[in-house]
Nanobody, 124 residues
Framework: QVQLVESGGGLVQAGGSLRLSCAAAGRIASINTMGWYRQAPGKQRELVAVITSGASTNYADPVKGRFTISRDNAKNTVYLQMNSLKPEDTAVYYC??????????????????WGQGTQVTVSS
């Protein structure tokens, strides 16, 4: 059973920093793109940042220059360093990964996985 386990959310004042972590657990053959999404109350889930297996990154415009996504392939973990946080960054943050489980490695069938979500609240 493959799952994504997130940690690192919390309450922070505007201008502060937080670091989110997301570890993929289970029997995994390979991991392709990993990323972070967020969903604020009353809004749709939106992309925050993604990183490929080759470490290419892409960011949503509102977070460019403030957030940094990185990954440790040896630990099957993706991170999101969030600096200069603003109240509008308040949301539930979800980790996402495209994973090839070991159980179906021969098929090459990559599956999409989501974390349980972690709350980030930025006070003004």
């Amino acid at each position: 059973q493959v799952q994504l386990v997130e940690s690192g959310g919390g309450l922070v004042q505007a201008g502060g920093s937080l670091r989110l972590s997301c570890a993929a657990a289970g029997r995994i053959a390979s991991i392709n793109t990993m990323g972070w999404y967020r969903q604020a109350p009353g809004k749709q889930r939106e992309l925050v940042a993604v990183i490929t297996s080759g470490a290419s990154t892409n960011y949503a415009d509102p977070v460019k220059g403030r957030f940094t996504i990185s990954r440790d392939n040896a630990k099957n973990t993706v991170y999101l360093q969030m600096n200069s946080l603003k109240p509008e960054d308040t949301a539930v943050y979800y980790c996402h990964a495209d994973i090839l489980p070991s159980a179906v490695a021969g098929t090459g069938f990559i599956r999409s996985y989501w974390g349980q979500g972690t709350q980030v609240t930025v006070s003004s």
